[in-house]
């Protein structure tokens, strides 16, 4: 029984190396000596095991290549994120910027300096590929409602697009063709026009009220010349105040008016009893705080006074709900008339009671151009009264 050969460990069962250059003998016949033992020549490897050659096999697989100059980091070993960026863009401290560096400084000229921004260009469609505006928005201006409103239509199913139901006010359309409420085709969007009203007491600010109690709608059919289109108020005033109340077929006019953020000045004329002064009434410059509700500035004056029952004239710009009232009231005075006399520029001078009058489209297009730019807003609340 032949037991297998040992291997350079001792332990059985380990095969020989095979190597050419250990096995090949002299011209002699004496077996040349061992690559380990050879003495190292200048620049030959260490000793140990033998350099396999370049292409030569060993079990199957080819033996490595030899050693070659440091490759350039793998990907895994670069910097990343913010560092890798740098790196690629900012040359090191003191060095400069060289010609044949593998990549180029973005947003630099050769000579090192930021590279001329280019001309504006004209507005671009939206990002999506679609061109034009939200239906909310092209109905409010045609006059079907307010945006608000508009949005109830459409959660209600009542809004089509070429007998398509409108499932959400944010869709996009170039103009209203095919467009429809209550199967009622829209058409396209009229001229803005603005009336001037003299809201009588005892009437609600709103299209239909459920108790039944009139609107000011019974009164504008006598009002309003037969071909006016459909009209909406601008803000609210409550059952028993009376005066100028704005209406305008426009829908985007009328939510800018409303905001408080274009500081249009709402001015009001107050029936009052009760004791006040001069001096008092000038502290609401600086605004009131009332049960946790901050108002803003108000001017106030007295016009005249007889005995303890006074006329006041308030001008502010926010027009919260009941605002006149409640401060007039925080001040220990009672209001047994309240009417408004003017909404920005437009005034209610000797309109009758119950009357309305249209305002010259100049003066309209000329407001407009007045009004601050502000973002639409998102959540169309339902307007309050204001007073």
């Given amino acids: 029984m032949t037991l297998p050969p040992k291997g350079r460990s001792g332990r059985p069962g380990r095969p020989a190396a095979s190597n050419k250059a250990a096995s090949t003998r002299r011209p002699d016949g004496k077996p040349a000596p061992r690559a380990d033992r050879a003495a190292p020549r200048d620049g030959a490897k260490p000793a140990g095991k033998p350099a396999a050659r370049p292409g030569t096999k060993i079990e199957g697989k080819l033996s490595p290549k030899p050693a070659s100059p440091k490759p350039a980091a793998r990907r895994d070993d670069r910097p990343s994120g913010m560092a890798q960026a740098r ?7 003191g060095e400069r910027p060289k010609g044949d560096r593998p990549f180029k400084i973005a947003n630099r000229t050769p000579a090192g300096k930021p590279a001329a921004r280019p001309a504006p260009t004209p507005a671009q469609p939206r990002e999506d590929g679609r061109e034009g505006e939200r239906i909310a928005k092209l109905l409010a201006r045609a006059g079907v409602a307010s945006r608000r409103e508009v949005e109830r239509l459409i959660t209600e199913g009542r809004v089509r697009l070429n007998d398509e139901l409108v499932t959400t006010p944010a869709t996009i359309l170039k103009n209203l063709k095919g467009v429809s ?18 809201k009588p007491a005892g009437l609600i600010t709103a299209e239909r009220d459920p108790s039944g109690r009139p609107t000011i709608y019974n009164a504008l059919r006598n009002a309003l010349p037969p071909e006016t289109p459909r009209v909406m108020p601008v803000g609210r005033l409550d059952l028993n105040t009376e005066g100028l109340l704005l209406l305008t077929n426009d829908g985007e006019l009328k939510r800018a008016l409303e905001l408080p953020a274009t500081g249009i000045p709402r001015t009001y004329r107050a029936r009052t009893f009760g004791d006040i002064s001069q001096d008092r009434l000038e502290e609401l410059i600086e605004g009131i705080e009332i049960e946790g509700v901050r108002y803003g500035q108000i001017d106030a004056n007295m016009e005249r006074r007889t005995g303890r029952n006074q006329w006041i004239e308030m001008t502010l710009t926010e027009g919260k709900n009941r605002e006149v009232r409640r401060v007039l009231e925080h001040l220990g005075l009672q209001v047994s ?3 408004r006399i003017a909404y920005g520029p437009f005034e209610l001078a000797d309109l009758p009671r119950g009357g309305a009058e249209e305002v010259p489209q100049v003066l309209v297009e000329r407001f407009r151009k007045t009004l601050k730019t502000s973002p639409a807003p998102t959540n169309f609340a339902q307007p309050k009264s204001e007073n």
């Fill in 337 to 339: 008339r309240l009417l």
């Fill in 87 to 93: 790196s690629l863009t900012q040359p090191r401290v």
């Fill in 181 to 198: 409420v209550d199967g009622r085709l829209i058409a396209a969007a009229a001229p803005t026009r603005v009336f001037r009203f003299h």
